[in-house]
């Protein structure tokens, strides 16, 4: 049986139906709100490397907290737009799925299984 982790927020409406999928797929899913349990650094710079994209990509852009702290700054490095993840969780785009070593956001939700 496949095992999944979920980056989830339960108010998300596309992480809820993520959940949903991979329950309806028989996957075994740890489920780590990412809100609560958010992850360090050194995760989030794993995130990116199975997802295979620059961490602007894992940024939620509208969020009122990336425009307040203008993180649409070009002259910052990854290493500041990941401390800014970190110390801002609700910045991480939604839902993240890991699986068999590779991630995918699940934007749209049928997009995890890909992974699968």
Do not use: F, W
């Amino acid at each position: 049986m496949t095992k999944a982790v979920i980056l989830h927020n339960p108010r998300c409406s596309k992480s809820r139906e993520t959940l949903a999928l991979l329950n309806e797929q028989g996957i075994e899913v740890e489920v780590v709100e990412y809100l609560k349990d958010t992850p360090d650094a050194a995760e989030i710079r794993r995130i990116l490397s199975l997802l295979g994209v620059s961490p602007r990509e894992l940024m939620r852009t509208k969020e009122d907290e990336y425009k307040a702290q203008e993180l649409d700054n070009p002259a910052l490095d990854d290493d500041e737009l990941i401390a800014y993840m970190v110390a801002t969780p609700k910045l991480i785009e939604r839902p993240v799925v890991l699986a068999n070593g590779k991630a995918a956001i699940g934007r749209p939700p049928v997009k995890v299984l890909d992974i699968l």
